[in-house]
């Protein structure tokens, strides 16, 4: 099974999963990138999966349809292009001989999912859409930082070695940002040297893993003494592990 992140726009993945035979894609914004993929690696597209109804995320799924017959799987309380299957918390779907669950995170809007296998090539693999960045998390569009602060505890709480694939390249400027508030992060410190050089050689910084994520994400550190500090040198009534959080999040919208 391959992993393969397909860019899209300025800084979008499209990841496609295939076999050699058959593929999926998830979050297919605009269906060029996944059209040629098809026809270079000569698989047939079997299945669409989506986070959010956001068109950067939505867009290629019509043509993707139309062009392949492929079925289309997405969230339950959002809207989508039609027809698809929708799915909620809870449920599971098959594709390429593997299991998908699905998680309810909101936050980023209002019904956002992640698609998990809790298997594949002997790693876990999570597909989180807009909630979980490398370095970083979704801006709250329609959620509520409680919502946005329960939905990465329950992702967090997923196996060290899940592969978290983001569906932007954000990397880069979501470290500039940690590094600010949790100055004191070794771990953080050599992650953005590789992460650098990564990009330098054009290459994508991701899948990360839950494991580093834990270890460098403000956003999955907000009950940490460093973090709680930071947000209220930023918000001195950030008293709770909400407001923790929301400081974060409103410093990191305001950051340059």
Known sequence: MKLIPLPAFADNYIWMLHDGRQALVVDPGDAQPVLE??????VQLEAILVTHHHPDHTGGVAALRQATGAKVYGPARE????????????????????????????????????????AMDDAPLLFCGDTLFSGGCGRLFEGSPAQ???????????PDATRVCCTHEYTLSNLKFAAVVDPGNQALARYTATAQARRAQQQPTLPSTMLLERQINPFLRTRQAALIQAAQGFDAAASDETRVFAALRQWKNEFK
Not at 37 to 42: G, I, N, P, T, V
Not at 94 to 99: A, E, I, N, R, Y
Not at 148 to 158: G, Q
Request: include cysteine; aromatic fraction near 6%; charged fraction near 10%.
């Open 148 to 158: 946005m602060l329960a939905s990465l505890d329950t992702l967090a709480a997923l």
């Open 37 to 42: 993929a098809l026809q270079h690696l000569s």
């Open 79 to 118: 809207t989508m292009p039609e027809p698809l299957t929708r799915l909620r918390g809870g449920d599971q779907l098959q594709s390429l001989g593997l299991t998908f669950k699905v998680i309810d995170v909101p936050g980023h809007t209002a019904g956002h999912i992640a698609y998990y296998c809790a």
